[in-house]
């Protein structure tokens, strides 16, 4: 069994670019729209971001794939076969998944997604 579990540190990472991007945003938009106090868009996205993601924290690293026989196990009783994957990539911190029938799945916050695809890789080569 090979288990894929979320990092911590890459989770808060992401939360913490997240926040960049939605503290930057919210400044544009205020700004755009004549607002005076544009720097409220900066605290508004920065307490979104932070608050959404302590709410969510213990959710989203419980949300483990394992990889036995033959099969990824991720949460939710999801399963897809080696056979059956199409694609791998990574996007930012997840690892994507597409199957030949198209349905795409995410084993997210991986501290090192090309090597979680190379794993998975090498396991579809060894079945």
């Known amino acids: ?12 990472q992401s939360h913490v ?12 938009v205020l700004w755009a729209a004549g607002n005076p106090h544009v720097w409220t868009g900066a605290v508004g996205g920065l307490a979104a971001v932070t608050l959404r993601g302590w709410y969510l924290m213990d959710e989203a690293l419980a949300e483990t794939w394992q990889l036995r026989d033959a099969t990824l196990h991720g949460p939710g009783g999801r399963m897809v076969p080696l056979g059956q994957i199409e694609k791998l990539r990574a996007i930012g ?15 997210k916050f991986q501290s090192d997604p090309a090597g979680t695809i190379a794993r998975i890789e090498a396991e579809r080569g060894s079945a």
């Open 1 to 12: 069994m090979i288990p894929f579990i979320p990092d911590r540190r890459t989770y808060v």
């Open 93 to 107: 911190s997840a690892v994507q998944m597409v199957t030949r029938s198209g349905d795409k799945h995410l084993i």
């Open 17 to 28: 670019t997240l926040a960049a991007v939605a503290m930057a945003a919210g400044m544009v």
